[in-house]
């Protein structure tokens, strides 16, 4: 075995494994390889929702109680 790919189910990127083995047969190297652009482009996704998600929270949060439920008069 040399290499091996794992994809998730999730929205995390493929990742691939490699190994080196010396004459023995014994694994001295694992590397982890990903394209660069995918990571940074999966990165700055999750930076776009995250801003997003948080500028919806405190929106909310500085709305008061009164514009959200205001006073009945009886």
């Keep these: 075995l040399t290499a091996e ?3 998730p ?3 995390l990127p493929a990742r691939t494994l ?3 083995y010396d004459r023995q047969g014994q694994v001295v190297v694992e ?3 990903c394209a660069a ?3 940074l482009r999966w990165l700055l996704r999750w ?3 995250f801003c997003a998600w948080l500028s919806a929270i ?4 500085s ?3 009164r514009a959200l439920y205001p006073a009945i008069a009886i």
């Design 9 to 11: 189910d999730t929205l």
């Design 31 to 33: 590397t982890i390889a």
């Design 47 to 49: 930076i776009a929702l």
């Design 18 to 20: 490699g190994y080196g």
């Design 37 to 39: 652009g995918y990571n």
């Design 63 to 65: 709305m008061s109680s």
């Design 5 to 7: 790919t794992m994809t």
């Design 58 to 61: 405190l929106a909310v949060r």
